[in-house]
């Protein structure tokens, strides 16, 4: 099993900055991948961005040279730089993770942190 807890969102103007925090524990050791997912209110879940073990980082377009993942694994911890942001990022974000491929489905999920970005 494995805990996530995210932290970071909050409410920021449009051009602004956050980066948000997501702390596992558990059995982190077999996290094969782990992802940033965001759902706007009354919207599909899309994937932000995703990170495996070995480093290796995907981004959706829509945040590409805007956002940047990254992992402490000394601290367990995932987090996602978010710059020059825009009211159209403005959604719930959950941290997720899997034993399995970035490409398939993640079994762990946090219970997400809300960002609002005003024009």
């Known amino acids: 099993q494995v805990q996530l807890v995210e932290s970071g969102g909050g409410s920021v103007q449009s051009g602004g900055s956050l980066r948000l925090s997501c702390a596992a524990s558990g059995y982190t050791y077999y996290m094969a991948c782990m992802a940033w997912f965001r759902q706007p209110l009354g919207m599909e879940r899309e994937r932000v961005a995703n990170?495996?073990?070995?480093?290796?980082?995907s981004y959706a377009d829509s945040v590409k040279g805007r956002f940047a993942i990254s992992q402490d694994n000394a601290k367990n911890t995932l987090y996602l730089q978010m710059n020059s942001l825009e009211p159209e990022d403005t959604a719930m974000y959950y941290c997720a993770a899997t034993f399995g491929s970035c490409w398939g489905d993640f079994g762990y999920w946090g219970q997400g942190t809300q960002v609002t970005v005003s024009s």
């Open positions: 990170i495996d073990r070995v480093g290796s980082t």
